[in-house]
């Protein structure tokens, strides 16, 4: 995984796996603390004591293709490699907690790459999944949150690509406005296709 | 001609909730909102494989690229993501199922690969080398 964003949209997956309805992703850049936090909470299934206590072991997972996961044990081996940690908090029928801290100023903390696109894509995937993300700097807070959303946008359909792109953009201004950290690829071309229609 | 471009891109600035309210409402004069989820049967479905492995090898590069494209070229798709499919030597793999045909899965499709697959095989129905052959094995299924 090259960065943040990859990791949030694997990290997402497992939730929506898990049944969740919701699923809240929060990103706090807290340079007084030099921390990166990233925590990713849903009410899905959640999971039994035992498998919680060992799911960062690769030789762990719930599916049947193969006989190995990795999602979580490279989350875990990148907050280790930048001075943080990984925590799992998950209670049965409740859902699952996962907080992934790392060092602000690491050298080895993985940037957080472009995190309209992760939330695109997963809106383009879940439609109907509440999905609330919020980000949070020293130069403020924002707040997106699916059910506000489509107030807003009416009867358009969130996975619509020209909702999607829409959606992508006001991300992309808002996490710029607070001075987020986030690499948007796309941000051009997007803007090239506004303008050509 | 940068000025006037430039003006275009501040007037389609999106910062408020109340500047994507006003999108959507030019959003809803524009696009075509046919329910696609009741007819899925006449539609070509295009599947990602979004697993650990699909995501590492690219494959939110490929499903942006896939829905653009689709986009672009106005044709009637609906793009999903699916978990891994087994194939984690093969990443991104996407699996793409025409009405009334059986799916047929890709693999190592970058965007070179998408559009090769979009115009050969979603347009003309022409394969393309790259196909995962249904009774491929994985390591864990061989014996």
């Known amino acids: ?197 | 001609m940068i000025h006037r471009i430039k003006n275009k891109r501040t007037m389609t600035k999106i910062t408020s909730l109340a500047d994507l309210r006003r999108k959507s409402e030019e959003l809803k004069r524009r696009i075509d909102l046919r329910e696609k989820s009741e007819h899925t049967e006449n539609l070509i479905q295009v599947k990602v494989a979004m697993a650990t492995c699909g995501i590492a090898s690219g494959a939110r590069e490929t499903m942006d690229y896939l829905i653009e494209e689709l986009d672009k070229r106005k044709i009637d798709a609906v793009v999903t993501q699916t978990g891994c499919m087994g194939y984690c030597y093969a990443e991104p793999t996407i699996e793409v199922k025409l009405p009334g045909q059986e799916p047929v899965v890709f693999g190592y499709v970058n965007t070179k690969k998408a559009k090769e697959i979009i115009e050969k095989y979603i347009l003309n129905g022409e394969l393309v080398d790259g196909i995962i052959p249904q009774n491929y094995q994985t390591i864990n299924e061989k014996k």
């Open chain 1, 1 to 197: 995984m090259k960065d943040i964003s990859l990791h949030i949209l694997d990290i997402a997956e497992n939730s929506v796996t898990a049944g969740a309805q919701t699923v809240r992703i929060v990103i706090e850049e807290l340079p007084g603390q030099d921390l990166y936090r990233l925590v990713i909470e849903d009410d899905g299934k959640g999971m039994e004591p035992d498998f919680a206590a060992k799911v960062t072991d690769p030789w762990v997972t719930t599916r049947t293709t193969r006989r190995f996961g990795l999602g979580l044990p490279l989350l875990r081996q990148n907050c280790e490699l930048a001075g943080g940690s990984l925590d799992i908090g998950s209670q049965q029928g409740k859902g699952t907690r996962v907080t992934a801290e790392f060092r602000l100023s690491h050298i080895d903390r993985p940037p957080a790459g472009d995190i309209p696109a992760t939330l695109r894509l997963l809106l383009a995937a879940n439609p109907d999944l509440h999905l609330v993300y919020e980000h949070r700097t020293a130069n403020g807070t924002f707040v997106f949150d699916t059910r506000q959303i489509k107030e807003f946008i009416g009867n358009l359909p969130l996975n619509h690509p020209e909702v999607l792109r829409m959606c992508s953009t006001y991300i992309n201004e808002n996490l710029l406005q607070i001075g987020a950290e986030c690499q948007t690829k796309n941000d051009s071309k997007l803007a090239e296709n506004d303008i050509n229609h």
